[in-house]
């Protein structure tokens, strides 16, 4: 059995009902009700699929949690990031029943199945594209950050004191450029890497939300093709897909760390690889401290 469900704001979930009001009997890609059903004024389009590269600054986020175990990053920035696979899945629709200040279209989106594997039920998740400008505040799109060591809610006192927490939420965006065109649209990034460390991932994950104000899809770790299916329901219920399904493939991932060799070392293969002495990690430099002067990763 496949199961659905939708990414998105509260409106777009509002709107779902509406969405299956379609008579059964209707045959696709056009539902009609009442009315004129919206329709697709060109093809619909996946971006096309390409490689994108995100770097974050983590330095104060790091160093207020290594401080805490009397450990410091070495000197310079820590940066976490990488690249990922970016689907700018986009629609021009119109219907014949809206008029100016009143779109009688109210839902276009993207369906398809993303990151199944054959020890998981599949799910048909749904995209909603929207043509807002990326107007973060009206669809209120936010991603909680991932990880649960680094906290990215950051702050500095006047005597230099850093505090981090709680943890951070993230506002995202459509990606859409240009509000009322007519143009809809949704940036999406899916990350596929074989990194073993899930702060590493979740990190990665941070970054991609703070850079590219996307959300963070983590699948893989093999290239993965995934095709999606275009749907457009305006105010009467009047459902019409696009007939044509679009494929993208994702190819691996890049996770990116730098700036204390040991720590980029631990947050991407785990602390397995720190303490022991066989270690991939052990012998790099970095995470000095007191109790730790030729660097954690020399300690074991």
């Not at 008579?23 to 699929?49: E, M, S, V």
């Amino acid at each position: 059995m496949v199961c659905r469900y939708i990414m998105a704001g509260a409106l777009a979930v509002a709107l779902l009902p509406v969405a299956g009001c379609s008579k059964t009997q209707d045959t696709a890609p056009q539902t009609k009700i009442f009315g004129q059903p919206p329709a697709f004024k060109t093809a619909p389009t996946l971006g096309p699929p390409a490689p994108r590269t995100v770097l974050c600054d983590f330095t104060l986020a790091v160093n207020a949690v290594l401080q805490s175990t009397g450990l410091q990053a070495s000197p310079g920035p820590v940066i976490i990031g990488g690249i990922y696979t970016q689907f700018l899945f986009q629609a021009q629709v119109t219907d014949p029943n809206s008029t100016p200040g009143n779109n009688d279209v109210i839902l276009v989106s993207a369906s398809g199945i993303i990151g199944a594997s054959s020890s998981t039920t599949p799910e048909e998740t749904t995209l909603v594209l929207f043509d807002d400008g990326s107007n973060s505040t009206q669809n209120n799109f936010t991603f909680p950050q991932d990880g649960s060591l680094i906290s990215l809610a950051c702050s500095t006192a006047p005597n230099g004191s850093v505090t981090c927490g709680p943890n951070k939420s993230i506002p995202l965006t459509s990606n859409d450029a240009v509000a009322n065109d007519g143009t809809y649209t949704r940036g999406f990034a899916f990350i596929n890497v074989s990194t073993s460390n899930p702060e590493g991932i979740g990190q990665f994950r941070n970054c991609v939300a703070l850079m590219a104000h996307q959300f963070p899809k983590t699948i893989g770790p093999t290239d993965t093709t995934m095709t999606f299916r275009f749907d457009a329901v305006d105010r009467e219920g009047n459902l019409t897909t696009y007939p044509t399904r679009l494929s993208g493939t994702v190819p691996p991932s890049t996770f990116i760390c730098t700036g204390d060799d040991c720590f980029c070392c631990y947050i991407k293969n785990g602390i397995t690889e720190v303490v022991s002495p066989q270690g991939i990690c052990h012998g790099k430099p970095g995470m000095i401290g007191p109790q730790n002067p030729a660097g954690f990763c020399n300690s074991f």
